[in-house]
């Protein structure tokens, strides 16, 4: 079967899965709803365009697992709908040569009033399968989505998990010689995930393509050799994951940067409070390259520093750091009095000012958005008191690339292996 | 041609909106606790509350010459034909906007949309058609009517005598005016569905216009009393009467159609389809952009 959108005539046949030329995707933005009616009619141009695709080239070889990553916004899912033929092209054109089937959102192409069966048989009617095609596969559809009664039920009914594990039972099991998947497996448990992966492995074993959608570099790169990497509706750059995955990498560190320091430079509207004798007037967090940053790889180096100025006389301040995830788990708390050779800095005058840091050797956190918050105490008398206090004083995130370790930190390990049998003996070792 | 690309896109989709139709009866007949019973009752009640308001309110009376059970039955009849016609005109309206979720997120033929509505409505037509069936059988055959004209009664304009209910031959007629009809609603359908897709308002709009039709057409008053008052116009323009009237015809009286009003319904029918589906074709290619 070989289906082809857009305008243009069939060219030459292909050995591609899907072969896009010079693709481009403009919506109009119309002022006023009724300009849709006069464009349709009379082709006025009451809009403004926005283009979300632009000249897109992209072959994708039979039987490749193609990964596409770009931050939201890049124009990753107004590629695909272009791709799977939902839109047509402003320009360009799409050939595509077999059946595609399409996990693009949560929930996409269900009818929330089906029942979990009717949307079964609705999603392969639309998939173009006969009624004999459905039967032969409704059971494994069924099966392998373990819903239970639940597949009885209206899908509005559904929790997410559950809407991705219909929506990934029709796509897996409708054979399709293209599956394109959006994101969506990042919701569902884990035992869910490890069966969507088992099937995946399966379906691309088969000699099937897979092309993989996301803005997670790390998982990207789990999945597929090849990546394509957009932004701004363009292809920014094509080739191996390891490629790619370096431009991303430093894309992302600008662009993360740029974002949190944003967030920062207005007033913050996270607490603050404390006795004020000392203030610091400086928190910063500082890569290997001691340069400012809000981004710091996994296992690589990391500071934290500070700036302090003291107003009034205090007796014994003590600087300390918290570090939270996102959600307030809170994950490490220390300061510098609390060690096994403490730092006592004793009575601060009017006038004194200096710097606080802490060097950390290696960023233990996998892949997440973290932030910090400040505790400056004073610790002279029963219980601490807080001079200066600032929850959310800095948020950063964590990449990592490698995605060497899985779970919420990294523990530097050595893993060996021991084989004895008929053919000899070894050893494996393995470091990191 | 947008016709020749419907039926390819019906025909090669049929499990699909078999799959639609299929959905929908079931949604209606065996989801409520007396479904099927609705759609007779459903009838029956506008049928009781018009005539109420009709007779009772207005004083009008539908004809001397015809007994009340035979008029209940006329009046039956145009209100499941509006019913059908109606039925296809507001679903189809927000039908796009409803399913926005399959349009716009997987390759879905949306050209379906109207036709499953269409179906579906006809279907229920043909349910009211039996039931008027039953009607015709008792009141024609089981307990005759008897002739209640008055003696010396003059007809009005357009007035017709006393007839006795009848099966005939002309039955053979109705599938040809099921097909018009469906087509006809159904090209209103296609055009309206993409009018409010891209222009919410029509929803709002098309609501008050079907009203208004509704009583532009001779269902709860013979169509005489238009032509009595010089309102003859309004009943010569409207294709919804001229089925009304063939339906009567055929199903009740065993009528034929006329050539003319058939050859008319036929030109009309099929303009309505051509021009529904061109349009709708026309902006189908944008129909993700515009959800």
Same mark, same amino acid.
């Given at each position: 079967?070989?289906?082809?959108?857009?305008?243009?005539?069939?060219?030459?046949?292909?050995?591609?899965?899907?072969?896009?030329?010079?693709?481009?995707?403009?919506?109009?933005?119309?002022?006023?709803?009724?300009?849709?009616?006069?464009?349709?009619?009379?082709?006025?141009?009451?809009?403004?365009?926005?283009?979300?695709?632009?000249?897109?080239?992209?072959?994708?070889?039979?039987?490749?697992?193609?990964?596409?990553?770009?931050?939201?916004?890049?124009?990753?899912?107004?590629?695909?709908?272009?791709?799977?033929?939902?839109?047509?092209?402003?320009?360009?054109?799409?050939?595509?040569?077999?059946?595609?089937?399409?996990?693009?959102?949560?929930?996409?192409?269900?009818?929330?009033?089906?029942?979990?069966?009717?949307?079964?048989?609705?999603?392969?009617?639309?998939?173009?399968?006969?009624?004999?095609?459905?039967?032969?596969?409704?059971?494994?559809?069924?099966?392998?989505?373990?819903?239970?009664?639940?597949?009885?039920?209206?899908?509005?009914?559904?929790?997410?998990?559950?809407?991705?594990?219909?929506?990934?039972?029709?796509?897996?099991?409708?054979?399709?010689?293209?599956?394109?998947?959006?994101?969506?497996?990042?919701?569902?448990?884990?035992?869910?995930?490890?069966?969507?992966?088992?099937?995946?492995?399966?379906?691309?074993?088969?000699?099937?393509?897979?092309?993989?959608?996301?803005?997670?570099?790390?998982?990207?790169?789990?999945?597929?050799?090849?990546?394509?990497?957009?932004?701004?509706?363009?292809?920014?750059?094509?080739?191996?994951?390891?490629?790619?995955?370096?431009?991303?990498?430093?894309?992302?560190?600008?662009?993360?940067?740029?974002?949190?320091?944003?967030?920062?430079?207005?007033?913050?509207?996270? &607490?603050?409070?404390?006795?004020?004798?000392?203030? !610091?007037?400086? %928190? =910063?967090? +500082? /890569?290997?390259? #001691?340069?400012?940053?809000?981004?710091?790889?996994?296992?690589?180096?990391?500071?934290?520093?500070?700036?302090?100025?003291?107003?009034?006389?205090?007796?014994?301040?003590?600087?300390?750091?918290?570090?939270?995830?996102?959600?307030?788990?809170?994950?490490?708390?220390?300061?510098?009095?609390?060690?096994?050779?403490?730092?006592?800095?004793?009575?601060?005058?009017?006038?004194?000012?200096?710097?606080?840091?802490?060097?950390?050797?290696?960023?233990?956190?996998?892949?997440?958005?973290?932030?910090?918050?400040?505790?400056?105490?004073?610790?002279?008398?029963?219980? &601490?008191?807080?001079?200066?206090?600032?929850?959310? !004083?800095?948020? %950063? =995130?964590? +990449? /990592?690339?490698? #995605?060497?370790?899985?779970?919420?930190?990294?523990?530097?390990?050595?893993?060996?292996?021991?084989?004895?049998?008929?053919?000899?003996?070894?050893?494996?070792?393995?470091?990191? | 041609?947008?016709?020749?690309?419907?039926?390819?896109?019906?025909?090669?989709?049929?499990?699909?909106?078999?799959?639609?139709?299929?959905?929908?009866?079931?949604?209606?007949?065996?989801?409520?606790?007396?479904?099927?019973?609705?759609?007779?009752?459903?009838?029956?009640?506008?049928?009781?509350?018009?005539?109420?308001?009709?007779?009772?309110?207005?004083?009008?009376?539908?004809?001397?010459?015809?007994?009340?059970?035979?008029?209940?039955?006329?009046?039956?009849?145009?209100?499941?034909?509006?019913?059908?016609?109606?039925?296809?005109?507001?679903?189809?309206?927000?039908?796009?906007?409803?399913?926005?979720?399959?349009?716009?997120?997987?390759?879905?033929?949306?050209?379906?949309?109207?036709?499953?509505?269409?179906?579906?409505?006809?279907?229920?037509?043909?349910?009211?058609?039996?039931?008027?069936?039953?009607?015709?059988?008792?009141?024609?055959?089981?307990?005759?009517?008897?002739?209640?004209?008055?003696?010396?009664?003059?007809?009005?304009?357009?007035?017709?005598?006393?007839?006795?209910?009848?099966?005939?031959?002309?039955?053979?007629?109705?599938?040809?005016?099921?097909?018009?009809?469906?087509?006809?609603?159904?090209?209103?359908?296609?055009?309206?569905?993409?009018?409010?897709?891209?222009?919410?308002?029509?929803?709002?709009?098309?609501?008050?216009?079907?009203?208004?039709?509704?009583?532009?057409?001779?269902?709860?008053?013979?169509?005489?009393?238009?032509?009595?008052?010089?309102?003859?116009?309004?009943?010569?323009?409207?294709?919804?009467?001229?089925?009304?009237?063939?339906?009567?015809?055929?199903?009740?009286?065993?009528?034929?159609?006329?050539?003319?009003?058939?050859?008319?319904?036929?030109?009309?029918?099929?303009?309505?389809?051509?021009?529904?589906?061109?349009?709708?074709?026309?902006?189908?290619?944008?129909?993700?952009?515009?959800?």
């Amino acid at each position: 079967m070989s289906t082809q959108h857009g305008a243009g005539s069939a060219g030459r046949e292909r050995s591609s899965a899907i072969y896009a030329e010079d693709l481009s995707k403009c919506y109009r933005i119309y002022r006023k709803p009724i300009h849709r009616l006069w464009d349709v009619l009379l082709n006025s141009r009451s809009y403004e365009e926005f283009w979300a695709v632009r000249n897109v080239y992209l072959e994708i070889p039979h039987g490749s697992t193609v990964g596409i990553i770009g931050e939201n916004g890049a124009g990753k899912s107004s590629l695909l709908k272009l791709l799977t033929g939902i839109t047509t092209p402003t320009t360009g054109r799409v050939e595509v040569q077999g059946r595609i089937a399409s996990l693009l959102e949560l929930g996409a192409g269900f009818h929330p009033e089906f029942t979990g069966r009717e949307n079964i048989r609705l999603n392969c009617a639309i998939l173009g399968m006969t009624p004999e095609e459905t039967a032969e596969r409704f059971q494994r559809i069924v099966d392998f989505s373990e819903l239970g009664d639940f597949i009885n039920r209206p899908v509005k009914t559904y929790s997410s998990g559950m809407y991705v594990r219909l929506g990934f039972s029709v796509a897996a099991t409708v054979d399709p010689d293209i599956l394109i998947i959006d994101e969506a497996l990042s919701v569902g448990d884990e035992h869910f995930r490890g069966k969507c992966t088992n099937r995946l492995n399966e379906i691309r074993e088969q000699g099937k393509t897979v092309v993989f959608v996301s803005h997670d570099m790390g998982a990207v790169k789990s999945m597929c050799k090849w990546v394509v990497l957009m932004d701004q509706g363009r292809i920014l750059e094509q080739g191996t994951a390891e490629q790619v995955a370096d431009t991303y990498l430093k894309r992302a560190k600008a662009r993360g940067n740029e974002r949190l320091s944003m967030v920062h430079r207005g007033k913050s509207e996270y &607490p603050r409070w404390g006795s004020g004798e000392v203030e !610091v007037t400086h %928190f =910063e967090m +500082l /890569d290997e390259h #001691r340069s400012p940053t809000h981004m710091v790889q996994t296992g690589r180096p990391y500071s934290i520093r500070m700036m302090w100025k003291a107003h009034r006389e205090c007796a014994n301040p003590v600087f300390g750091v918290g570090l939270y995830r996102t959600d307030g788990t809170y994950l490490n708390g220390s300061n510098h009095q609390w060690r096994q050779q403490p730092i006592e800095l004793q009575r601060v005058v009017p006038g004194d000012e200096g710097e606080v840091e802490i060097f950390v050797e290696r960023m233990p956190l996998n892949h997440g958005q973290y932030y910090l918050t400040l505790f400056l105490y004073d610790h002279s008398k029963a219980s &601490p008191t807080a001079i200066d206090h600032r929850e959310h !004083v800095l948020t %950063f =995130e964590v +990449l /990592d690339v490698d #995605r060497a370790q899985h779970g919420l930190i990294q523990v530097p390990s050595r893993w060996t292996l021991a084989r004895r049998g008929p053919s000899g003996t070894s050893e494996l070792e393995s470091q990191r | 041609m947008s016709l020749a690309r419907l039926y390819r896109s019906l025909r090669r989709h049929a499990p699909l909106v078999w799959n639609f139709v299929d959905k929908d009866l079931k949604g209606r007949y065996v989801g409520s606790t007396a479904g099927f019973f609705w759609s007779l009752v459903n009838p029956l009640l506008s049928l009781a509350t018009y005539t109420f308001v009709f007779n009772f309110v207005l004083q009008s009376r539908w004809s001397d010459v015809q007994p009340a059970s035979q008029v209940v039955l006329v009046m039956y009849l145009g209100i499941v034909t509006w019913g059908c016609h109606a039925e296809i005109l507001t679903r189809s309206t927000g039908t796009l906007v409803e399913n926005g979720n399959l349009i716009r997120k997987v390759v879905f033929p949306s050209e379906i949309l109207p036709a499953f509505i269409s179906l579906s409505a006809l279907v229920n037509l043909l349910i009211g058609m039996a039931f008027v069936g039953l009607g015709v059988l008792f009141l024609g055959y089981i307990s005759p009517l008897a002739d209640p004209t008055p003696p010396g009664w003059v007809p009005a304009p357009g007035e017709r005598g006393f007839e006795s209910l009848r099966f005939g031959l002309s039955l053979c007629s109705v599938p040809l005016l099921l097909a018009l009809h469906v087509c006809f609603s159904a090209g209103l359908g296609y055009l309206i569905a993409t009018l409010n897709l891209l222009v919410r308002d029509v929803g709002h709009f098309s609501s008050a216009l079907i009203t208004i039709w509704m009583f532009g057409t001779p269902i709860f008053y013979p169509e005489s009393m238009v032509r009595e008052r010089g309102y003859g116009w309004v009943v010569d323009l409207n294709p919804m009467a001229w089925l009304v009237d063939a339906y009567r015809g055929a199903i009740l009286f065993g009528h034929w159609p006329e050539p003319l009003v058939l050859a008319k319904l036929a030109l009309v029918a099929l303009a309505c389809l051509l021009l529904g589906t061109r349009f709708f074709f026309k902006a189908q290619h944008r129909f993700a952009d515009f959800l």
